[in-house]
Each structure stands twice: as structure tokens, then as C-alpha cells.
């Protein structure tokens, strides 16, 4: 084990939410195929869809989303700017501040239709 | 005021163990010791098989890079109180990951040194010097790259590195450094010969920014930023 840098775990969520967006793609190619036997079985996949429990994992669908964006630009901006670079530590907490200032509004707005109706 | 100080160290003999272990030893130490002595009480007066390297003794040389408490480090550079081994907390000490073990502590460099060669570590330049025999430059020049002449190749950084673990070959940050003290320098030629080496497969784009590097050197050298300017000057020279 290597107790690495803030940066390690970023980097390390970037590949997981990466992944996991990823596999949140195939699984939306697969369901908008059905649409290809016919809209019934389309529809009868949509429950998938309005299930709390799925909403809620939509809901870490949009923040891993968001995480790997705002992540992404950090990591953009510390291959153009020597300043970002010297300023690792400071970057990481404006990262994971505008991550959480996004991603927890967001919950209130994607939840609130499906526990308090 | 001396206290006693519990290590953990990971143990390895090629000729007796199938599998690297850990091994307590408690011994005792001053808050002011560095993680060097206190190995070397350890081997002295405990268990004289334990094996590591060192030379210098004071964060010169760059023999004694290890793992101590999960983050590399040069044992004669963090004394027995940085990491709180005064306090009763355990101090573990681990050979650096990515490289081979080849006895306890002691790790393989050689690959680590085949790569810093690759990168040309030296001056090229194809005119011959001035009758002063002398190449000069101005202050502001050489401050360029002062960072990356600190570099003590002890192999802090590529062994933090995750990439490095993961790809045999990576040439790794401590190479990148050492071809940034050189790509920067205003008397050098060998600019490009280094930057296409560096522009290739497993070089510096190899590298995802996770920082560790920087943490790990001990000569506070910006690893990470001396990676982005190379970076930046292939992008920008082309
Ligand atoms: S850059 Fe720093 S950590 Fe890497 S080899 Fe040189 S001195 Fe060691
Ligand atoms: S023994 Fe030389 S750097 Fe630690």
C-alpha cells in the first residue's frame, strides 16, 4: 500500500466514475435497443427507470459525471498552467468544493419527486 | 531522552522466504534519531541480517529511498519524531513498490538507471567551446532549471508513481527530471534527440498527474511541473 497524495484518490476516482459512466452507456445502448422490437417492451423497461432505488443511483450517475468533469478540468488546467501545478493542494479543495456544491442540489431536485409526492 | 520505538519492517530473503513478512522489533531511540539509526540499532544489536542500503547518511547520496509509513522517504532524512514513533505509534518500513526486492529493503535499481541513461544525462553540444573554454550563461538561464539539478537520483519519485508500478516501461519521473535539467539548458543541443525519446509511448505522456512524485522527493524538486513543461514544450515547439 502507498499512502499517496490527495491526487492519488482523485486520480484513482477518475478511472472508477470513468468506468462506471462507461458501463452506465452500455446499459442506456441496451435499453433504447429495445425500442427496436417495439415500444411495449420499451415501456416495460421504464420501471427500471422510475424505481426509487434506481433514481437513487441515478442520482451517483450525475456525480460521477460531474466528479469526472470537474476533475477533468483540473486536470487540464494543470497541464497549461505552472501556477495550477504549484497550487496542487488548493486546486484539489476548489475540485471537490464546486463537485459538492453541484452534486448535493442536484440530489434535492432528482430525489424530492420520488420520496416526497 | 531516549524512548522505545516499535518498527515493522518488511522482511525478505531470496534464499530462505517464498514470500516477503513483516517483522516487529522494538528498540530504543531518541525523538531526535532518524529512521537510519534506528535501523541501524537494529542491525547492530538485534539482527545483523537485516539488509539496506546506505552511504552518506545525510540526504546526499540517495541510497537509503524507502517506503516509511506507507510514503517513500530517505531513512536518513525523517527523524523517529516525524512520524510520531516517540508517541508510541508504530513505524513501518517497506523496500520501494515497482521495483524488484532483492534483499529486505534493498531493491533492484538497475532498470530505474538503464532508463535515466536513455534519456541522454549529459551535455550534448556539437560547436566546439570558446577559447575560454568556458560556456557561459546568464543567471537568468540557468535559473530555468535550477529545480531539476537537485535531483539526487535516489528514485523517490518513480517509485510513488502509479503508472510506474503498473508499466515496467515507463521511464518514470526521476528520467524525466534528469532530460528536463538538460532540454532546458540554454548550453545543451540535445534538446530534441531527448524530447523525441521522452515524445514516444512511455514517456512523459505516460504520466496522469497524480502528484505523488512531488510529495515523495526530498530534495523538493517540482516533479510534477518539470513533466508539464516538457509536455508543453512538445506541444508548442512542433
Ligand atoms: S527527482 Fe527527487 S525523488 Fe526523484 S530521483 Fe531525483 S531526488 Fe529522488
Ligand atoms: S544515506 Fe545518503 S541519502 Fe540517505
Redesign the interface.
Known sequence: MYRGQSGMWLWILHRLTGVGILGFLFLHIADTYLVGFGAEYFNELLFLYKNPPFRVLEWFLVGAVLFHGFNGIRVIVMDFWDKAVDNHKLLVQITIIAFFVVWLPSGYFMLKPVFFH | MATQVTLKILRYDPEKDKKAHFETYEVEADPLDRILDVLNTVKWYKDGSLTYRRSCAHGVCGSDAM?I????RLACKVLVRDVGGDTGKKIQIEPM?GFKILRDLVVDMDPFFEKYKSIKPYLINYEDAPASSERLQSAEDREIFDETTKCILCGACSG?C?PYWSNQDFIGPAAIVNAHRFIFDSRDQGSDERLAILGQGEGVFRC?????C??ACPRDI?V??AI??I??AMLYNR
Open positions: 517506503r509509513n506507507g510514503r517513500n513498490l510513488s502509479p496522469r498527474t497524480v502528484y505523488n512531488t510529495d517540482p510534477t511541473k508539464e513543461q509536455r508543453r
